[in-house]
């Protein structure tokens, strides 16, 4: 099995800051694209940032420029960094990992269990 712990949500003010993490671990045998994903009330859940893993990345159009991610293979960990954060990012932060397994090697996709990020003054 495989398991994706997400850190790092909260409560900022409209132009602060908050790091979010994610760490994978269980039966991995490697990773494809591993990212992040958001959903706010009443919307779809979608992507905010994924990084392949020849680090190849994708952003949405809404958080270009403000949002940055980054993954360390060797520990099969993801982080976004937001900053100039807006009240439009809030939402539930969801991290999201293409994952072969090791008992398999068949390739699945694996989701976090959520961390909430509010920006409001």
């Known amino acids: 099995q495989v398991q994706l712990v997400e850190s790092g949500g909260g409560l900022v003010q409209p132009g602060g800051a908050l790091r979010l993490s994610c760490a994978a671990s269980?039966?991995?045998?490697?990773?494809?694209?591993m990212g992040w994903y958001r959903q706010a009330p009443g919307k779809e859940r979608e992507l905010v940032a994924v990084?392949?893993?020849?680090?190849?990345?994708n952003y949405a159009d809404s958080i270009k420029g403000r949002f940055t991610v980054t993954r360390d293979n060797a520990k099969n960990t993801v982080t976004l960094q937001m900053n100039s954060l807006k009240p439009e990012d809030t939402a539930v932060y969801y991290c999201?990992?293409?994952?072969?397994?090791?008992?398999?090697?068949?390739?699945?996709?694996?989701w976090g269990q959520g961390t909430q990020v509010t920006v409001s003054s």
């Open positions: 269980g039966s991995i045998f490697s990773i494809n694209a």
């Open positions: 990084i392949g893993s020849d680090g190849k990345i």
């Open positions: 999201n990992a293409e994952v072969r397994t090791l008992m398999t090697m068949a390739v699945a996709n694996y």
